[in-house]
């Protein structure tokens, strides 16, 4: 496809559970963000990676959670320990230094995180 | 630490009336983002603001802005039902590309 994929797009974990959110970017985008969106409000940056290497990460809000892009392209969000305070949807977005749409942001469709 | 102000932060509007929606952010920044998000669905991009004074149009929407005054406008001309959605501006940083999202404006559009 040409758009941003994530899945799963629905999660529903137990308190205390781990979980794993995927994200395909778009072919040849080099950058890949995440952003958490909880309900009602604006998209919240979470990190950010250049190709492989994780450039800021300064918005995971605890150690719990961790972001990887091994090889450049597909990204996994990864939440350890999940609080209910982590319900939200977590969406991807990845962008192009070049053309004329250059470092515009694409979304994907989110995965909505419920934990109960 | 960049901050994104939207208002009104809910906008009822009449169908065939004209209303504006108002972006206001702290810092400097190289872009600003209009994006459409509908009810459990994603982000859809509107506009790209490059540069003071740029304005856009696209149907019903005319998106400008004004970087001296670090303001932005989004101005629905005739409204349609089918403009009913929450509207968000977001800005960037001249040193990174993380995006520094506003509240969003809920809009709905009656009869």
């Known amino acids: 496809g040409a758009g941003v994929s994530q899945s799963p797009r629905y999660k529903v974990a137990k308190r205390g559970q781990d979980v794993a959110l995927r994200c395909d970017p778009i072919s040849g985008h080099v950058s890949l963000f995440w952003y958490q969106q909880a309900l009602g409000q604006g998209p919240e940056f979470l990190t950010y990676f250049q190709n492989e290497a994780q450039l800021d990460k300064s918005g995971l809000p605890s150690d719990r959670f961790f972001a990887e892009r091994p090889e450049g392209s597909v990204s996994t969000l990864k939440i350890q320990r999940t609080q209910q305070e982590d319900s939200a949807v977590y969406l991807c977005?990845?962008?192009?230094?070049?053309?004329?749409?250059?470092?515009?942001?694409?979304f994907g469709p989110g995965t909505r995180l419920t934990v109960t | 630490e960049l901050k994104v102000e939207q208002n009104p932060l809910f906008l009822s509007m009449q169908e065939g009336k004209n209303y504006t929606i108002y972006c206001n952010y702290s810092?400097?920044?190289?872009?600003l983002y209009w994006y459409r998000q509908d009810p459990g669905k994603s982000l859809e991009s509107l506009f790209v603001l490059l540069s003071n004074g740029a304005v856009k149009q696209e149907g019903r929407l005319m998106a400008s802005l004004d970087t001296k005054a670090r303001l932005s406008t989004l101005h629905i001309t005739a409204a349609v039902h089918d403009l009913s959605a929450t509207y968000f501006c977001a800005v960037d940083t001249p040193y990174d590309y993380k995006l520094s999202f506003g509240a969003g404006t809920t809009v709905t559009v009656r009869a």
């Open positions: 977005a990845s962008s192009s230094p070049n053309g004329d749409r250059a470092y515009e942001q694409y």
């Open positions: 810092t400097t920044s190289d872009r």
